[in-house]
């Protein structure tokens, strides 16, 4: 019995939910394991579902970082801020790291990616980019913001069609509200971002941030968007090349991640990305907490939930 137990606490350590549920002595366990398997695996519209056995601590964290299901549920989780989202990100990033799982440890930078804009705004929006809340600003007369076929707007058509549908998906049944989700939120992001930083062609959608703020947030949204071009974020679409089913090794993964070090080296929120603070890919929580002007820490939810398996374990 010893043996056995030893073995799951030692799976319980290495974060291998999917494994020490199949194994797991009780139901309890198990149900705790499908809880901390979904968050390693960034299922955020379930992090919410019910978890029997689950600390009310963890489960409170984990919905933070659920993103809603309807227009009018509540509450707002990641639609509300979407830095406790992050901080789970960086965790899941440091656990793929050390466990060499280093396709879901890109696939996790890349969504980190494609969002990150929506934290740049967050500040001025008062919210991560709920569709239910968006400033009327944005559709103030003289606005290109979700205006289709515009040819002096900036936005690609596949951002028009994402731009036009974010200002009406709020009153759409709740099917519609989770495939706008699943397919058009992070364009959003993006477009939102080329509003406030590289629109050749600026329109009125961003003067409801008065200058000396909105030059801020430019400065925060065009790191964001130089952010999703470097090599780290690339290794996402990389060509099955060299290393057999495309998964990259370690090494190059970290230098990916020093050539985007330097890449985003071009002004104060960009070279946040040199320091070393400790994380596998040094300086990537202090980017993300220039590009929020706000703290973004990794957090403590997979390590809160292998610590709580550990001791239901250890009382059997």
Not at 18 to 35: H, K, N, Q, R, S
Not at 143 to 154: K, L, T
Request: glycine share 8%.
């Amino acid at each position: 019995m010893d043996s056995t137990r030893d073995l799951l606490i030692a799976l319980a350590h290495r974060y291998a939910f999917a494994d020490l549920g199949a194994l797991a002595p009780t139901a309890e366990i198990a149900g705790v394991c499908e809880f901390g398997h979904r968050l390693l695996s960034l299922d955020a519209e379930d992090f919410a579902a019910e978890a029997k056995g689950v600390p009310a601590d963890l489960r409170r964290r984990a919905r933070a970082c659920h993103m809603p299901q309807t227009p009018r549920e509540q509450p707002r989780g990641a639609l509300d801020s979407l830095r406790p989202a992050y901080g789970l990100l960086l965790e899941v990033i440091a656990v793929r790291w050390h466990r060499r799982e280093l396709s879901p440890m890109i696939a996790a930078v890349h969504i980190a990616s494609e969002y990150l804009p929506l934290l740049a705004f967050e500040p001025h929006l008062g919210h991560a980019g709920d569709p239910v809340r968006w400033p009327d600003g944005l559709s103030a007369p003289g606005s290109r913001f979700g205006v289709i076929g515009d040819r002096e707007c900036d936005h690609t058509k596949s951002e028009q069609s994402a731009t036009n549908r974010t200002l009406r998906v709020s009153t759409e049944p709740a099917e519609g509200w989770r495939a706008y989700f699943d397919r058009q939120h992070s364009q959003v992001a993006g477009a939102l971002a080329v509003c406030v930083a590289t629109c050749r062609n600026p329109c009125t959608a961003m003067d409801w941030i008065s200058p000396e703020p909105r030059a801020d947030l430019q400065l925060r949204a065009r790191t964001a968007l130089a952010f999703a071009e470097t090599p780290l974020v690339r290794l996402r679409h990389a060509a099955p090349v060299g290393h057999g089913f495309g998964v990259p090794s370690p090494e190059e993964v970290l230098d990916a991640w020093e050539r985007s070090r330097g890449a985003l080296d071009k002004n104060a929120v960009g070279a946040s990305a040199l320091k070393d603070d400790g994380f596998p890919l040094p300086g990537l929580p202090a980017l993300f907490s220039a590009i929020a002007a706000a703290p973004i820490e990794p957090a403590t939810l997979l390590s809160g939930v292998s610590e709580h398996i550990v001791g239901l374990l250890e009382r059997l």
